[in-house]
């Protein structure tokens, strides 16, 4: 089946400290794969996301490298700030996206503290 | 519109009571998905809509689960006879067609008391 693991929270760090969030997955099929963050009281919004192995996806500083040999996109990021305390989910998604075919992970609560 | 609008934010609900949720996507967006999102937990696939087919909806809980997207647009997913277990955030996401990344309303929280 399709299933997405990842790392259980809650994360606690110092602000500018070194962020690593696990996330393995399963899939039938060739999937995307995607980190979505969720802040306090809003949805889920797209972080990264990588189409194909070896693709590495980044932005704010947050980076993720699609790893088929370990079926792994963990999220990494050098120096996190306050404001980046959320809900982080990893998540896979098979083409085409047509019914039910987007997993996701449990979720993994950071809070970054001054 | 810019982004997938969702009202209300929040509901409270009496248990036994009927609730409407509404989800405008985003304009041209065919696709429209709903998920439901229990405390601490990752979105779980609801149903899904092409234009104004329900094309899938495997997973709505029960019967008193209902999704409708008339005009192929707006979408409503209804509960009736709310119970308890029914408590969570009810998200809906749209696509573009030939993609398979989801934009992401900001959800409605629904609590049954």
């Known amino acids: 089946g399709n299933s997405v693991t990842q790392m259980e929270g809650p994360v606690t760090l110092s602000e500018e400290a070194f962020l690593t969030i696990n996330c393995t997955y399963t899939?039938?099929?060739?999937?995307?794969l995607f980190w979505y963050v969720q802040y306090p009281g809003e949805g889920l919004q797209l972080l990264l996301k990588?189409?194909?192995?070896?693709d590495k996806g980044s932005n704010k500083g947050f980076e993720a490298t699609y790893r088929k040999e370990t079926t792994s996109f963990h999220l990494e990021k050098g120096s996190v700030q306050v404001s980046d305390s959320a809900v982080y989910f990893c998540?896979?998604?098979?083409?085409?996206?047509?019914?039910?075919?987007?997993?996701f992970g449990t979720g993994t609560s950071l809070t970054v503290i001054p | 519109g810019a982004g997938v609008s969702q009202s209300p934010r929040y509901k409270v609900a009496k248990r036994g009571q009927d609730v409407a949720l509404r989800c405008d996507p985003i304009?041209?967006?065919?696709?429209l998905f709903w998920y439901q999102q229990a405390l601490g937990q990752g979105p779980e696939f609801l149903t899904y809509?092409?234009?104004?087919?329900?094309?899938?909806k495997s997973g709505l809980p029960s019967d008193r689960f209902f999704a409708e997207r008339p005009e192929g647009s707006v979408s409503t997913l209804k509960i009736q006879r709310t119970q308890q277990e029914d408590s969570a955030v009810y998200l809906c996401?749209?696509?573009?067609?030939?993609?398979?990344?989801?934009?992401f309303g900001a959800g409605s929280r629904l609590t049954v008391l």
């Open positions: 998540a896979l998604s098979l083409f085409p996206l047509t019914g039910n075919q987007f997993y």
């Open positions: 899939a039938t099929g060739y999937p995307s």
């Open positions: 990588a189409t194909k192995a070896d």
């Open positions: 304009s041209g967006h065919v696709s």
């Open positions: 809509f092409q234009n104004e087919a329900q094309l899938d």
């Open positions: 996401a749209s696509n573009v067609r030939g993609t398979n990344v989801l934009t």
